[in-house]
């Protein structure tokens, strides 16, 4: 019963976004007030219905209702309660299910908060808002239906593929959607603002919030995915340049050039028509994304469907948004007139320069990963070729490296005109401090890889230009009084340099992590000990463990340095028998420094198990960084700006009080 | 050889079950030669060549019966005396450029070698050429706003 209802609600949503993708449209061309003013409860009622529907399918996984197909397909009763509700979206049919949630959700949210918005503006984004909303809701209900019912229930489901079941992964793609569809958010701000021809300092405002959102739930969903590959798939590699982690790792670069030319929009009205063009294509790379993933097309480890008539399907709606906003911003960019007037020695110019890097580098993942399509389809199939990590290493790596030279000094760099020498004599102590770093980390390395020492230059130069550059904001004067003033300073002073300190954290430590790493791989019998990196390791023994819904060989190691025990760890290999898979569980000492990484293998035939041991120096920073550029974005978004203009319909309404 | 052949066999049969299985970083200890050299060699080999019957993923890290078999085989050729590019070659040969994770540079795949740096010099081109115009641009207040627009507009910036 529960389940008809959801599906009736999920066809009752997709009608609301029908209503709401024309009535504010032509309320807000027209001039209608009562057409404009529909889009706000129509955003409501969307998202509570979807909300009710996504409900419906969750509880179906909670109480194992094997009637629906979905619920047989991935999930079982012996399976964890967790694992059950995150079930909800680990399939095809759920996590787009979840995605509509989102873009209903983000089209409501802008419904609530976006009182002061104009109405003929609010009512066009909600309208183009709810044309994304169609979209999804038509694909899901004509070609991926989570509601479809089986005529004969089997007693008991197929499980959950074990990758799924693990914490790391079970919470990735919720935070990845809501930062593809936070997208969408910026690419109704921007058709909306096409159709009205207008494109000003504040548009920039309101468009900077969702950006910032989405840009920061994509870094947590790319953090998690990656933290998820280096524990999880036994060898602890980090970024693979999977087509499908490119998928996610495009719209995030192009997100962080949107971010930083919406701040020149928003302060100075210049580079109108670029942000634009950025805020749609910014969307197009999430549905790229959601193409790649869901088709099948570039088959790759995630791809988790694989079904011809849904990438066609998929291609259309990119076509349709991507056409009809590129065809809107071709005829309309002509009319955004820049405004502000800067020199080149100029934080525009540097901005201006971050976008160009981040574009491009975009770009050059995106045709990595197409490449072998575009060969494949050009010689009809002649040709075939791979594209893998050492191209993306090569191709990519100089862009992040010149984007990291340039970023501390760009972002102390005035806006208007600037004195480039003053900036650099401020800067001075973190050049030294980052040479010193690069030669110091030169000298006692044994190998004679630049890596190491160049990214560990970098992050250093990267947190510690944060560091001045946070501190210059606080003014002269006495310590004490500038230690007080640190507090004070506006959020957003502080997200951005916790933001960049944290990309130079994950500089270092993918740096570091790819040049020191060693591995050790060896048969061990039980009870035998080994150096390792300057650690003893002990292979106490074997046994076998029963999981709730898989069986486990459990090994015991212990980890010794100079006769003391640091750490004991258990890596596991699985067998989830309902699933018919393997899966490995690498046991790790995490440390500030480095990790040790231990992975079991298979027994041998001689006696005893293979066993692979990594050190893996700097591991942790790669997140660490990631978590710092994550709560660099938060501070922004809570900053003092946004909040009050959030509020600011109500303050209109309640009589001024004095302040403080 | 045959054996190889033979598993390719039984691993297209599998190629659905394959696509499933986690690579758990694979060189086994049984199949490492002892010379420390020429073991860093393959490895570094290993990296470069794909698992043609995986989901884009090197032989280095899966652990599918071929990739262990094409291990074997690199390190077979290596101590025979062949070079790197020797390896690299006797794989094209049997499968094609779709084993090697590093594109080549013939053909069309300079387009891809050269997308970076001509989009960097187009990027950059048309940002300077921008720039320029910008800079050299007056107070052009052309863009009309109402007052009552301006006010409002003001009014929200300097909260």
């Not at chain 1, 590959?229 to 693979?240: D, P, S, V």
Request: glycine letters at 10%; proline letters at 5%.
């Amino acid at each position: 019963m529960i389940t008809e209802l959801g599906h009736f609600a999920l066809i009752l949503a997709f009608l609301v976004a029908c209503f709401q993708a024309v009535v504010p449209l032509v309320g807000a061309q027209k001039r209608w007030p009562g057409w404009m003013a529909a889009a706000d409860p129509a955003a409501t009622a969307q998202f509570l219905l979807t909300a009710f529907a996504f409900g419906a399918l969750m509880w179906a996984f909670v109480t194992s209702d094997f009637s629906l197909r979905l619920v047989t397909l991935n999930s079982h009763t012996a399976k964890p309660m967790l694992y059950k509700i995150t079930g909800t979206w680990g399939n095809h049919e759920g996590s787009m299910l979840l995605w509509v949630l989102i873009v209903t959700l983000f089209g409501a949210m802008a419904a609530w908060f976006g009182g002061n918005l104009p109405p003929g503006l609010r009512a066009r984004v909600l309208s183009v808002q709810a044309m994304v909303g169609v979209a999804f809701f038509a694909f899901i209900i004509f070609t991926s239906n989570p509601f479809e019912r089986l005529a004969v229930p089997p007693f008991d489901g197929q499980d959950l593929n074990p990758l799924l079941q693990d914490p790391g992964l079970a919470f990735h793609p919720p935070f990845l959607y809501l930062g593809y569809v936070g997208l969408s958010m910026t690419f109704s701000f921007a058709v909306a603002a096409l159709i009205e021809g207008r494109v000003d300092a504040a548009w920039g405002r309101w468009v900077r919030p969702y950006t910032l959102a989405a840009w920061v739930f994509l870094t947590i969903g790319i953090g998690l995915g990656s933290w998820w590959a280096y524990y999880e798939l036994g060898w602890g590699g980090f970024w693979f340049w999977d087509p499908v982690e490119n998928a996610s790792f495009m719209p995030w670069l192009i997100a962080a050039a949107l971010l930083h030319s919406a701040i020149v929009v928003e302060k100075r009205e210049s580079l109108k028509s670029w942000t634009v063009l950025l805020a749609i294509i910014a969307f197009g790379f999430s549905m790229v994304g959601a193409f790649i993933t869901r088709s099948g097309v570039l088959t790759s480890v995630h791809a988790f469907a694989n079904d011809p008539e849904r990438g066609v399907f998929l291609l259309g709606i990119l076509a349709v948004f991507m056409l009809g906003g590129l065809t809107l911003f071709a005829a309309r960019a002509g009319m955004m007139q820049a405004r502000g007037v800067f020199a080149i020695n100029s934080r525009e110019t540097m901005l201006v320069a971050n976008n160009v890097l981040l574009a491009v580098s975009a770009f050059i993942v995106f045709v990595g990963t197409i490449w072998p399509l575009v060969i494949e389809l050009a010689t009809s199939g002649e040709r075939k070729i791979s594209v893998g990590p050492p191209f993306f290493n090569m191709a990519f790596t100089p862009f992040m490296v010149v984007l990291g030279l340039l970023l501390p000094f760009g972002a102390m760099m005035p806006w208007k005109r600037g004195k480039p020498g003053r900036v650099l004599r401020t800067l001075r102590g973190a050049m030294v401090l980052a040479l010193a770093v690069g030669v110091l980390t030169w000298a006692m390395q044994t190998g004679r890889s630049a890596l190491g020492p160049v990214g560990l230059a970098l992050g250093a130069w990267l947190v510690s230009g944060a560091a001045v550059d946070i501190w210059t904001r606080t003014g002269r004067g006495p310590i004490a009084g500038r230690l007080r003033r640190l507090g004070r300073l506006p959020r957003a002073d502080w997200g951005k340099a916790v933001a960049h300190g944290g990309l130079g954290v994950t500089m270092a430590g993918i740096a570091g992590l790819m040049a020191w790493e060693a591995e050790d791989i060896r048969v061990v019998q039980e009870g035998e000990s080994f150096a390792f990196s300057g650690y003893t390791l002990t292979l106490e023994g074997v046994e076998r463990v029963q999981g709730p819904n898989y069986i486990s060989t459990m090994a015991d190691v212990t980890v010794s340095k100079d006769g003391t025990r640091i750490a004991d760890l258990t890596p596991e290999k699985r067998v989830y028998p309902v699933a018919q898979m393997p899966t490995t569980e690498a046991a790790i000492d995490n440390g500030f420094l480095r990790d040790i990484y231990v992975v079991i293998g298979d027994p041998q035939e001689n006696g005893g198990w293979a066993m692979r041991s990594y050190y893996k120096p700097l591991a942790n920073w790669i997140w660490g960084g990631s978590i710092l550029m994550a709560l660099g974005g938060f501070f922004s978004l809570s900053d003092r700006r946004y909040r009050v203009a959030a509020g600011a319909r109500k303050s209109e309404a309640v009589p001024p009080v004095p302040a403080e | 050889m045959t054996r190889m052949l033979c598993c390719i066999r039984l691993l297209v049969a599998g190629t659905f079950l394959l696509g499933l299985v986690l690579p758990v970083g694979a060189v086994e200890p049984g199949e490492m030669l002892d010379d420390p050299v020429l073991e860093a060699r393959a490895q570094e080999l290993d990296d470069d060549l794909r698992c043609v019957k995986c989901r884009s993923e090197s032989i280095a890290s899966s652990n599918a019966e071929w990739a262990s078999d094409a291990r074997v085989k690199v390190r077979e050729l290596l101590t025979e005396g062949a070079t790197d590019a020797e390896v690299r070659d006797f794989f094209v040969a049997r499968y094609g450029e779709y084993v090697l994770m590093t594109p080549t540079r013939h053909g069309a795949n300079w387009i891809l070698w050269g997308a970076g740096p001509l989009m960097l010099v187009l990027g950059g081109g048309i940002a300077a050429f921008y720039l320029r115009r910008r800079t050299a641009a007056g107070t052009g207040d052309e863009e009309g706003l109402s007052t009552a627009e301006k006010a409002r507009l003001g009014q929200i910036l300097d909260k």
